[in-house]
């Protein structure tokens, strides 16, 4: 069974930094495609990072492209976002997803997450 594991939240004023961690059971791992998800109060859930399995390719939401980065390290089984510049409307709970056929928009398995707060 594979289990999810986020970390690394809390809250932060405007302009700080935090990286959030997301630990993954699995011997496979390192052939899953990886993706951050965040989800506002009263908002839909929305695509935040995705990295390839080889780790060469990434890809970023409009909003948080060039604050934001996403990469992972197969020997510990972890992926990770390092989130700086962060602003108030980064607020949210963020998730990590595994995708085992490598899709970019189709996620098998996805951790509780982690609650991001930043104030102004």
Not at 3 to 19: F, H, T
Not at 68 to 86: E, G, P
Not at 94 to 117: E, H
Request: aromatic share 12%.
């Amino acid at each position: 069974q594979v289990q999810l594991v986020e970390s690394g939240g809390g809250l932060v004023q405007a302009g700080g930094s935090l990286r959030l961690s997301c630990a993954a059971s699995g011997r496979t791992f390192s052939t899953w495609a990886l993706g951050w998800f965040r989800q506002a109060p009263g908002k839909e859930r929305e695509f935040v990072a995705h990295i390839a399995r080889s780790g060469g390719n990434t890809y970023y939401a409009d909003s948080v492209k060039g604050r934001f980065t996403i990469s992972r390290d197969n020997a510990k089984n972890t992926v990770y976002l390092q989130m700086n510049s962060l602003k108030p409307e980064d607020t949210a709970v963020y998730y990590c997803a595994a995708s085992v056929m490598g899709s970019y928009a189709n996620y098998d398995y996805w951790g509780q997450g982690t609650q991001v707060a930043v104030s102004s």
